[in-house]
């Protein structure tokens, strides 16, 4: 990081607040911590992960937002749109204190050709999910999702298991990074294809990977070994994924899963085509972009190809939110959606009791906190074996990157008494500064993608986006902390738009309310959004709950 960037990121610990009030504090901190070193895969381009998901415009938008939050009123609001800040308005108490809205363009044109010019006139940014909305938490935001993943599609296809399984994917980078890890946890052996050794090494500097090579040939024989011995092993190989893949054919290797996380969601930024190097390919995106897409997206196409030839030959193959079929597709691979999506193959069910990555950082930097919190989980939710056996596991396996935080998939009910207990923490003292809260966009009745949340949506709604707009307006309403709404996300221009909310717990009692209204929207909206399209599991949650669906009375 340059030493001039390096200074402004400032990672505020403890108990003394740099602004008028906890809200605008914990918005600064996580801003801050989506730019830690440890955290973005490249702050100094205000890059936090996911291709070019950056946390702010520009350095200019950066130190703005950050001199509008350290002056922000208690009761004020401010706005930034596409990571910059624009106005701030008198609002009241009880409202959001910043409204987020990222890489929104009018339908017909929300494309990458129409972004990426409005990106070069600095008109805009690229906000991926958590990365313009200030709650990304490094890895560990996806490991819980990806390890449900992995134990469905175990439960489903090995008995319960990954182990004696070879699993390969690729893209070790920001969120594909907690592949590996969640294959081992699933006792599995993973082979994580990546082309910048710089991923691999990070993997393993926080225990993501477990050991690299940039032999094929002995990546397979590792692996066959730990296979054998029923040993759970990842292996970071360095290649290109789309040469690698079809070389694994060559000799006659066809792993048990088959996936892959390349940023493919972006052919210009996020995937490196056939045959180059990162410095070839940094040149070739530079001097002519568009031969650069040519060659990047002939390359997912070959991808593609592959990884169909490995499922027919026995592999249970999926895709794992990156919309690299649909561009394998627009190139030509007529079978390139014969694989299904994650959701609708493993997480959907989840998603109709309104469940979904749920997490919580500690603003104090204390770790001791979240072990305070892990112990909460472990107590209140003693019957949910699951969800124990997963934090248990992750106080184990998952080192902290910047502040503390913790993820699990906690559904409707259980959030919002989850929140209520933090809350009273706080104000007992039991925790020595407030927590903040948030989720992923990823989640159960936030986002409208036809290539991922919502694909194979029962009534065929699937590219129905009213659904993430309602989300953002109802939290805003209960008080979040604040609201965001984004378009493309992990899939890509034009194929997704999506709500984010952080609401914190500083312990008050106008906290208190506004946590039991937002923490019961939010997951609400997902059984909402599946009983809508009339899910049973959606419709039988709903009832239990008593969760009001209007055409469900009368
Ligand atoms: P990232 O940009 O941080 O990492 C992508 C990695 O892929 C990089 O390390 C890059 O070097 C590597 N890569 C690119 N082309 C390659 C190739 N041809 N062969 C091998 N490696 C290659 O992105 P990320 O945050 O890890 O996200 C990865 C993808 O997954 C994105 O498309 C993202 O939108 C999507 N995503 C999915 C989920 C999910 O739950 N399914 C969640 C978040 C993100």
């Not at 603003?363 to 919190?373: F, V, W």
């Not at 906290?511 to 959004?529: K, N, S």
């Not at 949650?541 to 055409?551: D, Q």
Request: overall charge negative; hydrophobic content about 40%.
């Amino acid at each position: 990081m340059k030493a001039d960037t390096m200074e402004k990121v400032v990672q505020y610990r403890g108990t003394e607040l740099h602004t008028k009030g906890w809200q605008q504090e914990a918005a600064l901190r996580m801003l801050m911590n989506n730019l830690h070193p440890d955290v973005a895969e490249h702050p100094e381009k205000l890059v936090v992960y996911g291709g070019i998901g950056k946390a702010a415009r520009n350095w200019e938008s950066f130190d703005a937002i950050v001199r509008s939050l350290k002056e922000l009123e208690n009761d004020e609001t401010l706005l930034v749109q596409s990571g910059k800040p624009v106005v701030i308005f008198k609002t009241h108490a009880n409202a959001p204190r910043v409204l987020i809205a990222n890489s929104n363009i009018v339908p017909a044109y929300a494309n990458w050709d129409t972004f990426h010019g409005l990106d070069k006139r600095g008109l805009m940014m690229y906000g991926q999910m958590t990365a313009g909305s200030w709650i990304y938490i490094g890895s560990q935001g996806i490991v819980q999702g990806t390890y449900e993943t992995f134990a469905e599609l175990a439960k489903q296809h090995f008995g319960g298991s990954l182990q004696g399984t070879i699993t390969v994917t690729a893209g070790l980078g920001g969120m594909g990074g907690a592949q590996p890890l969640a294959v081992t946890m699933a006792g599995g052996v993973c082979i994580g294809i990546e082309v910048d050794e710089t991923r691999i090494d990070r993997r393993i500097e926080t225990r993501y990977t477990d050991i690299k090579t940039d032999s094929l040939d002995e990546a397979i024989r590792l692996a066959e070994e730990a296979k054998a011995e029923g040993k759970a092993l990842s292996i970071g190989l360095l290649g290109n994924a789309s040469d690698i893949l079809p070389e694994m054919i060559v000799r006659g290797f066809n792993p048990d899963v088959l996936t892959d996380q390349t940023s493919a969601h972006d052919p210009l930024n996020g995937y490196i085509p056939s045959g180059m190097s990162l410095t070839e390919a940094e040149e070739l995106r530079k001097a002519d972009p568009d031969e650069y897409v040519k060659r990047s997206k002939a390359a997912m196409a070959k991808h593609v190809q592959a990884m169909i030839d490995m499922m027919d030959k026995g592999a249970v193959t999926f895709d794992y939110g990156n919309n690299i079929r649909q561009v394998a597709k627009d190139e030509g691979v007529a079978r390139a959606f014969d694989f299904p999506g994650f959701v609708p193959a493993y997480i959907r069910p989840q998603f109709c009791e309104g469940k979904g990555p749920f997490r919580w950082v500690a603003l104090s930097g204390d770790p001791e906190d979240i072990r305070k919190t892990d112990e909460v989980i472990l107590r209140e939710f003693s019957d949910n074996t699951h969800l124990c056996n997963w934090i248990k596991m992750a106080q184990e396996k998952i080192q902290f990157q910047g502040l503390p935080s913790r993820i699990c998939w906690l559904g409707y009910g259980e959030r919002a008494r989850f929140g209520k207990i933090i809350n009273d923490m706080v104000a007992s003292g039991e925790l020595s500064a407030p927590i903040v809260i948030g989720r992923d966009h990823l989640d159960s009745g936030s986002v409208a993608s036809p290539n991922r949340e919502t694909e194979a949506m029962k009534d065929g709604s699937d590219v129905v986006s009213d659904w993430p707009i309602l989300n953002a307006m109802i939290n805003a309403v209960g008080g979040a902390t604040w609201v965001s709404v984004h378009h493309g996300g992990g899939v890509g221009m034009g194929y997704s738009q999506h709500a984010g909310m952080v609401i914190v717990a500083d312990g008050t009692k106008e906290a208190e309310e506004r946590l039991e209204r937002v923490l019961t929207t939010d997951p609400g909206m997902g059984i909402a959004r599946h009983v809508d399209a009339g899910y049973d599991l959606a419709i039988q949650t709903a009832k239990e709950k008593g969760v009001r669906i209007p055409m469900m009375e009368g």
